[in-house]
């Protein structure tokens, strides 16, 4: 068995290496954050500490817009598909989902639950859908959001955000641009103001390296204000955004602007003031508080080169192997996992074990 050295000596248990998408490996300092003692998820400390770890995944997401608006909701990834079906579209709305792995199903799957027209724009497997093939679909209908997976973890594929939020914003301008980040966001650079983007969801057990339990989503102004004139309730309880925001945001209904709404939550912990809707978890925010302290000391654009090196490396050793990547070309390929094909003949419940008995675990595909 291997064990899992950090900067220095691991104070974790000798183990396998954990080296599928995710949940990734944990800092020895994010583990010990979750061993902090409980405190009231209302309570001044807690509400500092969770105030900070908003603040600081707008830094993450580099957008330094007031009107962005950050989420950190108990609940994985997968929640924030729900979160933009049930906020940011409405029933009978028609969304392009461009897909590169079977995330892209799940989403549109999704969508489809809250009564949204899903089209899925499809590249063949270890491809992604060409702009041009973009631009035609948004020519041919009107679309209220275009989805796309920054990194299938199906098939490794990174998809190509600033060209194609510039493509959206110059062909059907009142589209958002929606990205599903959960294996992205934290090794890829992601730019929410400079790109354009309205939504980037994401998860915190991946690149960000915070055991799983967190969704995480950031949303622009422009987004907000699609969700702020919408013109029917959310079909979602927990995943409304009306129940995690003051109701002065919300226009639709009886809600009262000039009343103080006890469901201000996010606005009110950035703001460093106790709220309630739902109870979060105490420890999980101190480990992603920790994690980002740690991400955000150095500039991001450091920790993307060192991501890319990385995968450089571990790409170059599965070429001279002979292996294939499902994402052959280069400008395809995801800097935070890869993808490969087995051998003719070789099945991964057969190698697996094997791999496990060498101390690592690997993912299936």
Known sequence: MASIPGDGASNQPEHPTLLIPGPVEFDDAV??????????????????????????????????????????????????????????????????????????????????????????????????????????????????????????????????????????????????????GVCSVGCEDVQLDQWGLDAVLTASQKAIGCPAGLCIVMCSERAMKRFQTRKTLPASYFASFKNWLPSGSWLLGTCDSKKTNINQVMQNYEAKKASYFATPSPQLIHALHTSLTQILSRPLSERFAAHREASQRIKSTVEKMGLVQLASKPENQASGMTAIYLPDGVKAPEILPTLLKKGVIFAGG
């Open 31 to 180: 583990l010990g954050a979750m061993s902090h003692y409980s405190q009231s998820h209302v309570g001044a400390p807690f509400v500092a500490t969770f105030g900070e770890t908003l603040s600081m995944l707008r830094r993450l997401f580099q957008t330094s817009n007031p009107s962005s608006q950050p989420f950190v909701i108990s609940g994985s990834g997968t929640l924030g598909w729900d979160m933009v079906a049930a906020n940011l579209v409405e029933k009978g709305d028609e969304v392009l989902v461009l897909h590169t792995g079977y995330f892209a199903d799940s989403f549109a799957d999704c969508l489809e639950t809250y009564g949204v027209s899903a089209t899925q724009l499809k590249a063949p497997i270890g491809e992604r859908p060409q702009l041009s093939e973009i631009e035609k679909a948004l020519k041919a209908k009107e679309y209220k959001m275009i989805t796309v997976t920054h990194v299938d973890t199906s098939t490794g594929v990174l998809s190509e955000i600033e060209a194609l939020s510039q493509l959206v914003h110059r062909v059907s301008p009142e589209t958002l641009v929606v990205v599903d």
